[in-house]
Each structure stands twice: as C-alpha cells, then as structure tokens.
C-alpha cells in the first residue's frame, strides 16, 4: 500500500513564526487531505488538495502530484494552531501519516 | 450546519461486553468510513461503505467487529466481545464520491475505554 512521510515530526515555534510542513507519498493519487487534530482530539478538514494549490487566510497548501509530494504553509502562527497535522493521500481509502506536532509557544 | 454526529462520545465498559458506535452521516453523503486511532497505530483505517454496501472491511479484526448501514442515515460498529485492546478513539468520516474523489468529513469521535 501507499507510504506516508511527514516532516518535521515535531515543530515548536514562538507565536508569529511562520513553518511549512511536509508530507511524501509513495504512489500516485486521486486524493489528498490535510486535517488539523486540535487538543480536543477533533480532526478538521484544511485542504482537499490533490493537486494544485489552495489558500484558505494564513494556511496554504500546495501538492505536486508528480513528484509525489505536498506541502502545508502556516503564516503567523498563533497559538490555536496547535495541534498535529494530519496528510492523508490515497485513492478511495486515505492513509493518514504519523503527523507533525506543533506547539505555538505565547 | 452540516456535519457528522457520532453516539456516545465516551463509553466505558467491561471487557467481554458488547458496544455498540453510531454514525449519521452528512446528508446527501453516499460514502461512510470507519476508523481508529491509537497511540500506537495512529489512525486506521477500519471499513467503508459506499451507498450502503459495505466495499471494504479488511482493517477491521473479523472475529469481534461487524460494521453495517442500517440505512443511508446510520452507520454501526459493534465490538462484541469487546477486549481491552479495543480500548481507541474510533472516529466516522462521510464524503460525497464523484467519480475517483472523495473529500472525507470527520465526526467527533466516540472514546471507548475496555476495562
């Protein structure tokens, strides 16, 4: 079955920084999410990105399904983007990768 | 506003009990998907159905589990009997397939705890 990187596994930043967070895929793809998991536990959609890139306020997505990766941009972080983030590629069933934790430090 | 709603949101039972999880999808969704996240494993996959047919369960531990749609409107899950390693946050997600896309909305979760 398909692969799932991401990277950095864990990323601590002071509030306003900005980070990219990458996600690789061993196959090619119909589908691919990107999902917030806040403290809560509640996973919530950021981006159906295939392909192409998305901008949705301070986060953008972008994926190169040619070269089997995609990358989630947070600009001035705050702290309410804590959490994990979730890529999720696949075809009719998504794979979700370990994740990349963040923590916005005040 | 649309979303999906999950039932209980916590439960904690004995092992060798029977529990019972329930979906309701979005409205209008033809696709239903169970999972389950550990610790350990992280998320995974369990079953999914599309227009109520169950297409795949092969995630999902055969002796003990059984996933069905009732109707468009109800998804289940049972554990039975249920052992303390089911103890997971079991999460359904919903999409609308349009040919090979499907974008996935998750529930809140139902937290289960197998003493």
């Known amino acids: 079955g398909i692969q799932v990187e991401q990277s950095p596994p864990d990323l601590i930043l002071q509030e306003g920084a900005n980070s990219t967070l990458r996600c690789n895929f061993s196959?090619?793809?119909?589908?691919l999410q990107w999902f917030h998991q806040n403290p809560w536990g509640q996973l919530i959609n950021l981006f159906y990105?295939?392909?192409g890139t998305k901008q949705n306020g301070r986060l953008s997505a972008t994926t190169v399904a040619t070269e089997r990766y995609s990358l989630l941009y947070i600009s001035s972080s705050q702290t309410t983007d804590s959490g994990v983030y979730f890529c999720a590629p696949g075809g009719d069933k998504i794979i979700f990768g370990k994740g990349t934790r963040l923590h916005i430090l005040p | 506003d649309a979303r999906v709603t999950q039932t209980p949101r916590h439960k904690v039972t004995e092992m060798g009990q029977e529990v019972t999880m329930r979906c309701q999808p979005i409205?209008?969704?033809?696709?239903v998907f169970w999972y389950r996240q550990t610790m350990m494993q992280g998320l995974e996959l369990l079953a999914y159905?599309?227009?109520?047919?169950?297409?795949?369960d092969s995630g999902m531990p055969k002796d003990r589990f059984s996933a069905e749609m009732p109707d468009a409107t109800l998804a289940t899950l049972k554990i039975q009997p249920s052992e303390p390693r089911d103890s997971a946050v079991y999460f359904c997600?919903?999409?609308?397939?349009?040919?090979?896309?499907?974008?996935?909305?998750f529930g809140p979760g139902t937290r289960l705890t197998v003493l």
């Open positions: 409205l209008g969704h033809n696709t």
């Open positions: 990105i295939p392909s």
């Open positions: 997600a919903s999409g609308l397939a349009a040919s090979t896309r499907v974008e996935q909305f």
């Open positions: 196959d090619s793809v119909n589908n």
């Open positions: 159905f599309r227009n109520r047919a169950p297409l795949d």
